[in-house]
């Protein structure tokens, strides 16, 4: 877990060093801002064991605020049910853009333009049992504020001997 960590100097200017959560809590009472929550920490990382991708989630929204706060919710969540979770992954941002007549008679001229912006992300979950996602995507549904869509596609992934031990 890393977070960012503003030193004053007396002769310098701020520092923003990037540390690991355990060396910055490690660091002397006077460096330490006890006053900081974890939320502006980066969320944990949880290591793969394996490296399998057993879940994508793709999330979907008008407003990337609202959408990359909950992404970042997502993280946390899936480090506190222990998933190994890559970061955001910021896909293509799709624009549509409209005109439309300012007067429906005779003033050609006076169009007004619209657009409208899709914002994607992308969460990878690794290394998990499917009890596990499916509880984790319950709690994700059940949290999901208005405005964001998600996608879910999961993968269960099986041993090779299946089939041979069907046979006998």
């Given at each position: 877990m890393c977070a960012r960590l503003f030193i004053c100097f007396p002769l310098l200017a701020f520092f923003?060093?990037?540390?690991p959560l355990s060396t910055i809590m490690s660091l002397s009472p006077?460096?330490?801002?006890?006053?900081?929550d974890a939320i502006y920490y980066e969320p944990e990382r949880v290591p793969p064991t394996h490296g399998h991708v057993v879940c994508n989630l793709h999330f979907r929204s008008f407003s990337p605020n609202v959408m990359d706060f909950y992404t970042d919710f997502t993280r946390r969540a899936a480090a506190a049910f222990g998933i190994p979770c890559s970061g955001t992954v910021f896909l293509p941002t799709k624009t549509e853009k409209w005109t439309v007549l300012r007067?429906?008679?005779v003033h050609k001229k006076a169009q007004e333009n619209f657009e409208?912006?899709?914002h994607k992300r992308l969460l990878q979950l690794k290394d998990?049992?499917?009890e596990t996602?499916?509880?984790?995507l319950?709690?994700?549904?059940r949290t999901c504020p208005a405005g964001i869509g998600v996608k879910v596609t999961t993968w269960e992934h099986e041993s090779l001997g299946q089939k041979q031990k069907q046979k006998q």
């Open positions: 923003s060093l990037s540390l006077l460096l330490r801002r006890p006053e900081i007067s429906p008679f409208r912006k899709h998990a049992s499917p996602i499916a509880r984790l319950a709690y994700i549904e």
